[in-house]
């Protein structure tokens, strides 16, 4: 499995991914700062997946279903058959279980 894009793409994730951690830090909202970034670069692939990302984390679930839903899925991977899983490789897991689609992931 990969993600969805051309070749020589890791480059330039990198290269965006880079470019965001070293903007300069403003005082504004963090959810205004990401609607910001949404209207100006939405529709670049991996900027618009982060603008994504940071609006789902960044905002409040309307309902406790979502958290349940997780602890749900976290019971069923951490069975007692999967006893060496290691918490990180556990937080992982969940993390792409809920985030995949989010980050536009394709089976290939």
Known sequence: A?????SGSQANEEHY???YLDTKLEEV???KYWEKQDREFG???VK????????KFLTAPPTSTDVERLFSAAGLIASDHRGRL???TLEKLLFLRENILVCNF???
Do not use: N, Q
């Open 17 to 19: 991914l880079k470019e």
């Open 48 to 55: 618009g997946a982060l603008c994504r990302l940071a609006r």
């Open 29 to 31: 909202s963090c959810l």
């Open 43 to 45: 529709s670049h692939k």
């Open 2 to 6: 990969r993600m969805a894009d051309d």
């Open 106 to 108: 394709e089976f290939v």
């Open 86 to 88: 290691a918490p990180e």
